[in-house]
């Protein structure tokens, strides 16, 4: 069979999504079948490309400027035409494996696969919550999400969710669902052994807007004493001070007790962040524990510190308590509160250099065995070429 995927991520690198759309392209490949991806990704548009045996065609027509961006967005399906016209030269298409695209781009699939006889299927990895925007209720991506996942996904496609509730939620609509968390290559990341140093490291890497609590973080760390501050750093990367106070609402005077113990680096490529991750102890993530998109979605930022050996310092959220095991390889934080944090900071600092080298071996481990891509290849195989053959959600 030949799978099309269509994602309006990069692709085969540059986002959480494309680690995920490379992914399960390769335990497509291992299946045996083809894999094209049509993408965002920062090359020639309309030219076919190819990354691991993986083809690959972008439609995005590269440009800083905002108006292209808009272009890239709303011109999404007369493009995406243009391109499977050209892929249909040379490939029947059997299958399309979709994530949220620009709506009338859904539209004009789910016509062509009707029409066509095609496998629909939907990678379903977030449903926003009315907080995550400056309008709630009212803003575009909010309702667009909204009617994808109420309506507009039906019993046309296969659903691969990224979390228990979105499983729950299609299973209860009568579409077939699988759950398959954060998936990621743990060949192609790689971790090593920390050298002994009495400070611990703290990493937060993301975009942290309304969606991370970094206000609970920096204010937990500062309630630490003086010399309890000399022994800990927190590295933020993808976010400035001058962010931290107006996004985040952290108070400058908590940053100013912080300062030396604390260092913001900005946006930077992954490859990059991978390297922090490599050398931290400890990344941290604290998100609510009860809005929809934190209990719908699962954060990438925690199977790939796995992945790279450094444990998780976090809340509980999503399906996190099927993987993480306090003391083991996380520090758990009961809530998502500054004086919470505080306390799971103490525990990480009271850490020996043994109890620290376990935590790293078991977060690896964890990473092998629960988010790499290769433990969900022959689970999917059923699921893909004989949908009859499995009970909606039956997979794990």
């Known amino acids: 069979m030949t799978f099309l995927i269509v994602t309006m991520d990069q692709f085969p690198s540059g986002d959480a999504g494309s680690v995920r759309k490379l992914s399960f392209s390769k335990a497509l490949?291992?299946?045996?079948?083809?894999v094209i991806v049509i993408s965002q990704a920062d090359t020639t548009p309309f030219i076919i490309h190819s990354h691991q045996g993986?083809?690959?065609?972008?439609l995005k027509t590269p440009s800083k400027k905002y108006i292209k961006r808009v272009m890239n967005y709303f011109g999404h399906r007369r493009r995406l035409i243009k391109a499977i016209k050209k892929i249909s030269e040379t490939n029947q298409i059997d299958a399309i494996w979709i994530t949220q695209l620009p709506t009338d781009s859904l539209f004009y699939l789910?016509?062509?696969?009707?029409?066509?006889?095609?496998?629909?299927?939907?990678?379903?990895?977030?449903?926003f919550s009315p907080q995550n925007f400056k309008w709630g209720y009212f803003s575009f991506f909010y309702l667009i999400n909204e009617a994808w996942n109420r309506i507009l996904i039906d019993k046309q496609f296969s659903v691969i969710s990224i979390s228990s509730f979105l499983n729950?939620?299609?299973?209860?609509?009568?579409?077939?669902?699988i759950r398959i968390p954060v998936i990621l290559d743990t060949r192609e990341i790689a971790f090593k052994i920390r050298p002994n140093s009495d400070k611990l490291i703290i990493l937060y890497a993301g975009s942290p807007a309304k969606k991370?609590?970094?206000?609970?973080?920096?204010?937990?760390?500062?309630?630490?004493?003086s010399d309890e501050?000399?022994?800990?750093?927190?590295?933020?990367i993808g976010v400035s001070l001058d962010q931290l106070i107006n996004q985040c609402g952290v108070n400058p005077y908590y940053i100013t007790k912080c300062q030396n113990s604390l260092q913001t680096f900005g946006r930077i490529a992954r490859e990059d962040v991978i390297t922090h991750l490599q050398s931290a102890d400890f990344t941290v993530l604290m998100r609510s524990p009860v809005l929809r998109y934190a209990k719908a979605g699962f954060p990438t930022k925690v199977a790939e510190s796995l992945a790279t050996a450094t444990p998780v310092i976090c809340n509980l959220t999503s399906?996190?308590?099927?993987?993480?095991?306090?003391?083991?390889n996380?520090?758990?934080?009961?809530?998502n509160t500054a004086q919470s944090f505080v306390i799971a900071l103490r525990k990480a600092l009271a850490l020996s250099q043994t109890d620290k080298k376990l935590m790293y071996q078991k977060a690896r481990q964890t990473a092998e065995e629960y988010f790499d891509y290769k433990v969900y290849v022959k689970q999917l195989e059923p699921f893909l070429i004989n949908k009859k053959s499995l009970k909606a959600g039956s997979l794990i």
């Open 29 to 34: 490949k291992e299946l045996g079948h083809e």
């Open 54 to 58: 993986i083809k690959y065609i972008s």
């Open 110 to 127: 789910k016509h062509y696969a009707r029409k066509k006889n095609i496998k629909l299927f939907y990678d379903s990895v977030e449903w």
């Open 168 to 177: 729950e939620h299609f299973k209860a609509r009568k579409i077939q669902s």
């Open 212 to 225: 991370d609590y970094l206000k609970e973080v920096v204010e937990g760390m500062a309630l630490l004493t």
């Open 229 to 236: 501050l000399k022994r800990i750093e927190l590295r933020l």
């Open 319 to 328: 399906d996190l308590a099927l993987y993480l095991k306090d003391g083991v």
């Open 330 to 335: 996380s520090i758990i934080v009961k809530s």
